[in-house]
């Protein structure tokens, strides 16, 4: 079974507007770590935000934010404002306590955002 | 130079030939990881080194090689490769890779663009 999904290849969203990227989980451990990547064409993956399952409020890092569902193992990126620089790829990825540096991604979306 | 750099950023090379990828972090980070991007598929964990030490290969055929000769250098050596290896390769460091670190968060180089002719 796949450990991350990400429901949605292909996104666009007009400039300044927020936009909702989806990712589910799928895990039987108690602690673990979601991370949301930004990959643009020039191909670096970026690293823009972190929440442990323990963590009680959603994570917030500028104009990203993570709606962190816990019961419905659902961490979904929200970029507020979109901006042009922010079209790209878009990874969701977990790291389980029980399995080491194993790091799990989704296949990603693909963000492109309209003047 | 900061974070993680990778060298070549794009290599072209035939079946036969031998070449390395080469991995350099400058966070003082103690894990190294490469991974293979294929398109439309989810990034693939090749190998992870610990404090220097191999501790995850992930089926990865002996045609790749890995090397890390201290905590801040990596190298992916290559040689007969097939076709389907054709991918972008990222490499990526963490603090420590401590199994029980959930949130040691991984920083990624900027990738190899590889085509096996």
């Known amino acids: 079974a796949q450990k991350i999904t990400q429901t949605q290849p292909g996104m666009f969203v007009q400039e300044k507007e927020a936009v909702t990227l989806d990712c589910t989980y799928d895990?039987?451990?108690?602690?673990?770590?979601l991370f949301w990547y930004k990959q643009p064409s020039s191909g670096e993956m970026i690293f823009l935000i972190y929440q442990g399952s323990y963590d009680e409020q959603n994570a917030t890092e500028g104009r990203y934010s993570l709606n962190f569902q816990k019961a419905r193992k659902s961490a979904n990126l929200v970029i507020s404002a979109s901006q042009l620089g922010d079209s790209a790829m878009y990874f969701c990825?977990?790291?389980?306590?029980?399995?080491?540096?194993?790091?799990?991604f989704g296949t990603g979306t693909s963000l492109t955002v309209i003047p | 130079e900061t974070g993680v750099t990778q060298t070549p950023r794009h290599l072209v090379m035939g079946m036969t030939n031998k070449k390395s990828l080469k991995c350099e972090q400058h966070l003082g980070h103690n894990a190294m990881y490469w991974y293979k991007q294929s398109a439309k598929k989810p990034l693939e964990l090749m190998f992870v080194?610990?404090?220097?030490?191999?501790?995850e290969n992930n089926s990865v055929p002996s045609r790749f090689s890995p090397e890390c000769p201290n905590s801040s250098h990596l190298f992916l050596h290559l040689h007969t490769l097939q076709p389907e290896d054709s991918a972008l390769y990222l490499c990526?460091?963490?603090?420590?890779?401590?199994?029980?670190?959930?949130?040691?968060?991984?920083?990624f180089g900027p990738g190899t663009r590889l085509t096996v002719l």
């Open positions: 990526a460091s963490s603090q420590e890779g401590a199994g029980d670190d959930w949130g040691d968060t991984q920083y």
């Open positions: 990825a977990m790291r389980e306590v029980n399995t080491g540096n194993q790091f799990y």
């Open positions: 080194y610990n404090f220097k030490e191999q501790t």
């Open positions: 895990t039987s451990d108690q602690s673990y770590g």
